[in-house]
């Protein structure tokens, strides 16, 4: 297992820091020699998002009954057609087509495939592999930020895209191949035997899926819509640029600390009860922002919350349908969960800049206030049907 763990681990590192954080570093030189605007830029990782979302079901499905070696290792064939072909565009067509192609690579090779590959072979242990895949996963940026902007200082934004190709075909595709098993070990396949280990019963599926979605996806909508605006919005609430860069980075190791803290502590409590907590702390930490976050030690807190909700919830989107529904279907699960989320990750960015625009940071935060309190009374439901998971 430790094996599949790293190697996963080094590809979903260089997934998420080719494609999602990518614009980040590259995104003004792409913008200046195309001829488009920012926005435009960072609408392909929208389109991304909504690619793979689109085909994640379908991907939750074929892994349950075949596996993940082929949909990885195809994945990552794709991923290095794609960015090379992103190294050669021209135009706005190309340039969306190219993030759709990397989006269906995604939903191949990323996040909800490697979670199912982890749960597969992981069997009982498989809260803690998702755990530690989320905290390798977690320094992707801290590696791949300053890679990036070292190959773009030397070589130009063109070929460092053709690079992140050959990491993909000559890397991320043989580790897919060779340390995932050709068929997922056999687990058994009574549904309601997964169920009761839960406390759920069959015919409470439907509720549970529809709790479970509505927590994750409003959730999801906060994640993505605040983090890509966070600088702007402490701007907003009156802090200095100096002030605000400090707090925003102070999120990614609150994060990480707190998927340690679950990896080393979360067999002491259940999925549940974490999750309700987590869940919690959102609401928590955009409150106090809105009724005193121009003070800097209420913004501390606010941020320290929402990183510490973050970095629960990027564990329990998958701990928890594995929790609730057993192994035997958290592919199912797992990909039908990913089709909500992926489209609101998708459409939150540009909504929030837009809110944020327009009306100001108050208004932003509101915005997120509600759907955090979504998220939070859906689980608290959920957590009444199912106590013990």
């Known amino acids: 297992m430790v094996r599949v763990t790293a190697g996963i681990g080094f590809t979903q590192i260089v997934g998420w820091g080719t494609t999602y954080l990518m614009p980040s570093v590259l995104g003004r030189h792409i913008q200046s020699e195309l001829g488009i605007s920012a926005q435009t830029v960072f609408l392909g990782i929208t389109v991304m998002s909504a690619a793979g979302a689109i085909c994640a079901p379908r991907v939750g499905r074929f892994v349950d009954k075949r596996g ?27 340039y969306f087509a190219c993030w759709a192609t990397i989006g269906l690579a995604s939903g191949l090779a990323l996040s909800t495939p490697s979670s199912i ?10 809260r803690q592999a998702i755990s530690v895949l989320t905290i390798i996963a977690g320094f992707a940026s801290s590696i791949f930020w ?41 687990h058994p396949t009574n549904t309601s035997a997964a169920a009761a280990s839960a406390g759920i019963q069959p015919e409470h599926h439907s509720r549970v899926y529809r709790l479970l979605s509505i927590s994750l996806t409003a959730g999801a909508f906060v994640f993505t819509g605040v983090q890509l605006q966070m600088i702007e919005m402490l701007r907003g609430l009156g802090h200095s640029p100096a002030s605000a860069l400090l707090l925003a980075s102070l999120i990614g190791p609150a994060q990480v600390g707190t998927r340690i803290f679950e990896l080393l502590f979360g067999h002491r409590y259940t999925i549940m009860k974490s999750a309700v907590f987590g869940s919690a702390m959102l609401p928590v930490g955009l409150g106090l922002a809105l009724l005193a976050g121009n003070l800097f030690p209420a913004a501390l807190i606010a941020i320290l919350a929402y ?11 998958f701990t928890l349908p594995l929790a609730l529904f057993g192994r035997a279907q958290f592919g199912l699960y797992a990909g039908r969960l990913a089709l909500p989320q992926g489209i ?14 327009q009306f100001g940071t108050s208004a932003a935060l509101s915005l997120a206030l509600v759907m955090a309190t979504i998220s939070l009374a859906a689980m608290i439901l959920l957590a009444r049907r199912a106590p013990t998971a």
């Open 68 to 94: 993940a070696r082929t949909v990885m290792t195809v994945g990552s064939a794709i991923y290095g057609l794609a960015l090379a072909a992103l190294s050669q565009t021209q135009g706005l067509a190309s």
């Open 117 to 126: 590959a982890l749960v597969q072979i992981a069997g009982p242990r498989a």
């Open 146 to 186: 300053p890679i990036t902007g070292a190959l773009d200082a030397a070589v130009g934004w063109r070929h460092t895209l053709l690079i992140f190709a050959a990491l993909h075909l000559a890397a991320c595709l043989p580790i897919h191949f060779l340390v995932l098993p050709r068929r997922p070990p056999v």
């Open 307 to 317: 990183g510490l909700s973050n970095g629960l919830k990027a564990v329990q989107r």
């Open 344 to 357: 609101v990750s998708a459409a939150a960015p540009p909504v929030m800049a837009a809110v944020l625009s």
